[in-house]
């Protein structure tokens, strides 16, 4: 595994240029045009590899791309699903205040760590195996999808499928924290509406005549706010709120959104029951629930055995590799929750991400590149 590093560190000036062709490429996740753009880019780097490169087309989301890597053609055993993502949350004219540059060991640039660095480390992975005749007897699919960022609508079906054809997943979202850990779980995360429907009257003719929803919504918050557990991995934030017209109104309609998470697939059933079982608090009062989790939790028991394969590898290369449970959801837990194989936090070391400080740290890419390379091989 050691060749692997050798070959690829004296690339890191590559790697960086590289990376700066891409975070200068913006791709918000809701503009089509610019990640077509940004695909086709990308599309070009991978058919220079020889991989065989397909553009799943999308009507209203960008293209996504899928890059198959088969050095033994028929020959190969099996497949490993590479998992990354296109898009970022900045809009275009970001860079014209959030420019790329490097300072002090760093890229810093919109998109750099979440998850362009990881678009580079996969590409510089397959260069290292090639270039050192380390090549695996899998064929390997790299599947870069437009629509991560906004809950992977027009991807997901693509990827459950990709991932049920494969021995394991390797995602290559960020890491977690400067030392570069792997992420081994991650919570199932969702989004869920109560709506209260109250009834209209004048605050100061016939105030006994009028519902409040406003006043429904807050005994509701109040009440699901009891359900937070963190201990349990359980968490349940009130993180939108709407309702009323003007204040000499009872509120006829009120709303708010709350963002839901649990870390155990069991949690997250219960907790969307118990959501579907509430009742008004208000004589009169009505509510609708809508909603629900979008994605499950990614539990640590899919993520262990590859985690002791990418440790054994990062030791080869002299790395010591953590692991780190986070509360945010990536594509890797929808392949996970179909019970395959999945380990995450393969990209990018660095931190900021979705903030004006997104940075990656340009000495570990050639680190990442390796581990990413030898667990292709000894999966």
């Known amino acids: 595994m050691l060749s692997l590093l050798e070959w690829l560190q004296p690339r890191e000036r590559e790697m960086t240029r590289l990376l700066r062709k891409f975070v200068l490429a913006e791709t918000p996740s809701f503009d089509k045009a610019a990640l077509d753009r940004f695909g086709r880019i990308i599309a070009a780097e991978w058919r220079r590899r020889g991989a065989t490169v397909t553009q799943l087309r999308q009507r209203d989301r960008g293209d996504h791309i899928r890059a198959e890597w088969n050095p033994h053609g028929t020959g190969a055993r099996g497949q490993i699903l590479v998992l990354g993502h296109l898009d970022t949350v900045y809009g275009l004219g970001t860079l014209a205040r959030m420019p790329f540059h ?28 090639a270039a050192t005749d380390r090549l695996p007897q899998k064929r ?26 494969s021995d394991a997943v390797l995602v290559l979202e960020p890491a977690s924290g400067l030392a570069g850990d792997v ?39 109040a009440r699901i706010s009891r359900w937070n557990q963190p201990g349990r991995g359980i968490t349940v934030n009130a993180g939108v709120i709407e309702g009323g017209t003007r204040t000499n109104v009872i509120p006829e309609k009120a709303r708010v959104v709350v963002d839901v998470r649990a870390a155990r697939a069991g949690d997250m059933r219960a907790l969307e029951r118990k959501f579907r079982a509430l009742r008004p608090i208000l004589r009169g009062a009505r509510l609708q629930i809508r909603g629900g989790f979008n994605r499950p939790p990614m539990e640590r028991k899919s993520s262990v ?3 002791s394969k990418a440790r054994a590898v990062a030791k080869e290369i002299g790395v010591k590799l953590g692991e780190a449970r986070v509360g945010g959801g990536s594509d890797g837990n929808f392949t996970a929750a179909l019970g395959v194989r999945t380990l995450d936090g393969l990209g990018a070391v660095g931190e900021g991400a979705h903030s004006p400080n997104e940075n990656v740290l340009v000495g570990a890419l050639p680190k990442r590149a390796a581990l990413l390379a030898g667990l292709l091989v000894s999966i």
């Open 102 to 129: 490097l300072s002090r060991g760093r890229a810093f640039g919109p998109g750099s760590f979440d998850m362009k660095g990881g678009l580079v480390i996969g590409l510089f992975a397959v260069d290292a195996l």
């Open 140 to 165: 390997i699919v790299f599947l870069w999808t437009s629509d991560e960022e906004i809950g992977s609508g027009t991807s997901r079906a693509v990827i459950e499928r990709e991932a049920r054809r």
């Open 183 to 221: 992420k081994t779980s991650r919570k199932g995360v969702g989004e869920i509406e109560i709506l209260a429907i109250g009834r209209a009257a004048h605050a100061g003719l016939n105030p006994e005549a009028g519902i409040n929803a406003i006043e429904e919504i807050a005994l509701q918050i």
């Open 305 to 307: 055995a590859l985690y």
